[in-house]
């Protein structure tokens, strides 16, 4: 049994006004009983009333005659209720609710009850207690009448319909008499209160009616004691009035319990966790023991293929995602978290995942053939006392997610509807972050397949690199972001390494990131320097927010990404750098002593501030330095600057002699323990260095005789490397790259042949115009040399220098003449 008690009002001066009053008057209508609530609210004392007509002393002088008639009307119905007009002690009129009921005494000897209320007091900001309430909705209200020493006086028929209790065993005896183990003490203390201070309390209580009792329904109760006073003002016993407020209770238990749902259902997009914060929501506010089983395809973000309403032969399995009990020790509970579950083809459990229906089950049938399929664990439900429960199916957009199982065993009121309608209400709310969660769950593997199949595989072997890679994610609650990396090989034996850093998160985040992948290599087979590189992507960024604007003369998006380009030549070892508002690279030398550069911060990507916002830096590296480029994913953090997240990062990789996977591996475990809020991208790059006998360079007259210069100097120089084989070819391109030059170019001539993974010849002039194939007619003499290099050649291309352009074309080697095999 549960009590509660009210904070006893104080009591109220002259200026304010009960809630409600009680008087008690005899069968000819004189006032036996006053009260002080009556005496705030008319301004009478128990002296100026008791032993006076009612009629008399309350109605005003106009509504003598009509008060009579509601008398005898009174007399006729055996009580009557409603609004009158009422004298204040001071002269003026109050408009009253008015309820006049039928008490009994021992011997069938009766008294009159008089209830009001003020109806004048009453607005839609004002806060009814629940005998006012029930005044004015002239619901049912039960009367007890105690006398000093606590025994029963006068009782209503409500009351017996309220505990059960005939009238007839209520006169003489005090509630200690007649409920044993009942709320009788505290109710009787509360009635002891009244008695000695003269106001009013309320008191809530449980009580089980006859309608409930077979259910084990209680129904909760408020009851307002009064002191009653004879005409001297001496307490002469106490009236209750009781009123059942078990409907409002429960609703504001629902919304309770539904208030509480949203805020800890779908704290996170893990479907796992969100069932074991439904089954924690569930228990105990709702049963005593709550699981939820998800279909096997949801925890791994794959809707299941079951339409609500099909038929199939084949259940699926479930996996357990919540368990929640009120004893969690007890070892006899036949359930485990993350078990695969298989669904009885006869249970009401297969009967709810196919309809979408949910099921109630008062009172448990342990002789179903779906509890005895297992009977290991139907003798553990019955050992653990299970009686009632209900399936409740979680319901996606166009299937059954999983099922919701609660179940009650130490509670021994079984489930009823309304137990019912709050369950489904519960498991809507969860299904709806379910739903969201498989949602987000396939975007983010749809922007994780995107984003790893548009990342680099596998970064082959190079002359002039050691390339090793990470790429981690971001949580759950971000998804998957727009980092990306890349190694990409330029002519003459460099390479450019580059990464970058999208805006945002998701599946755009990554479709964006694969258009700037592109972007970059396709400026990047220019062969243009870094920081006129990244003057051209800023301008595809700006035109890309451009196109994808919905306004035409909408403002495009300020910031599109960050990006860090660098290229690296083996054979001087320089590395050229710029950045677009991305972190600096640190470099690491062979002594394992590693720095951040000082360069040019550069404006993000996207703000078309064209060249003027990029700078490059020009750095010598020794050779095995190691060079780390990574997103700032890596370096930041909520708790710390990005300087910490810098100086974590460094002295990570100060170390010398480690390979670059334990390097990359070691950086990764440094980062903090929660969950990455953005993705976390490293590219680790150990530089290597050319041989000077892999290359050769000469330098050529201007003049018609420097083309058989060349060609004697490229077959002696490929004799000396082994190459004997490519001698016809490297002549036939060497002869014609010279003739250009001669022919379409100015100033000095130099040939170099590099000797690296493919054989490279380069010509440059102090020209700045680029060659350009043409398509000569049949009878043209000229204009087939690129042609012809092209043919003979891999590849081939022109590049700007300072000086002029460099013009080159490269030739495969057989994998015993590589300068890295």
Known sequence: MHTNETAPPEPVNSSEKPDAAIAMLDTEGTVVGWTHAARQLVGYTAREVVGRSAAHVLPPPEEALRAASYAEQCRAQGGWSGTVAVRHRVGHTLKMTLRISLVWG?????????SVTDIGTLSSEATNGPVRESLLARAPIGIVVHDLQLRCTLVNDVMEHHVGVSRDRWFGRSLKDLFPGFEAEALEAVMRQVLESGT??????????????????????????????DAGGQAMGVCSLSVDVTGNRRARERLAILSEASTRIGSTLDVMQTGQELANLAVPLLADHALVDLVESVPFGVEPSGQIGTTSSRHPLLRRAGL??????????????????????????ATALRTGRSHLEPVLDTASPWVHHDPVRAQRVRDTGVHSLMVVPIRGRRCVLGLALFVRSKEQTPFQEDDLLLAEELVTRAALCLDNALQYARERTTALTLQRDLLPHRVRRHAAVEVASRYVPADMDRGVGGDWFDVIELSGARVALVVGDVVGHGINAAATMGRLRTAVRTLADLDLPPAQLLAHLDDTVRRLNEEDADDPDQAPAAVGATCLYAVYDPVTRRCTMARAGHPPP??????????????????PLGLGLGLLAFESVDLELPEGSVLALYTDGLVESRDDDIDVGMSRVGAALSQSGRSLEDMCSEVIETLPAQEHSDDVTLLLVRTRALQPARVASWALPNEPTAVRIARHLTARQLSEWGVEHLMTTTELIVSELVTNAIRYGGGP??????QHEVLTCEVSDSSTSHPRPRHPRTLDENGRGLILVAHLSHRWGSRSESDG???WAEQGLPATTRAIA
């Not at 409930?212 to 009851?223: D, I, N, P, T, W």
């Not at 001539?749 to 590099?754: G, N, Q, V, W």
């Open 106 to 114: 021992q011997d069938a000897s009766t008294r009159w009850l008089v």
């Open 200 to 229: 009013t309390k309320v008191h809530e209580y449980r009580a089980w009616p006859p309608a409930g009792r077979g259910l084990g329904r209680s129904h909760v109760f408020s009851a307002s004691f009064f002191c009653l006073q």
């Open 324 to 349: 929640a009990t009120i004893d969690p020790d007890v070892p006899e509970l036949p359930w485990v978290r993350e078990e695969v579950i298989h669904v009885h083809p006869a249970s009401s459990f």
């Open 586 to 603: 640190a470099i690491i030398d062979p002594q394992g002593h590693a720095t951040f550069p000082d360069m040019p911060a550069g404006a």
């Open 749 to 754: 001539i130099r040939l170099r042949l590099i």
């Open 805 to 807: 352009k460099v013009v």
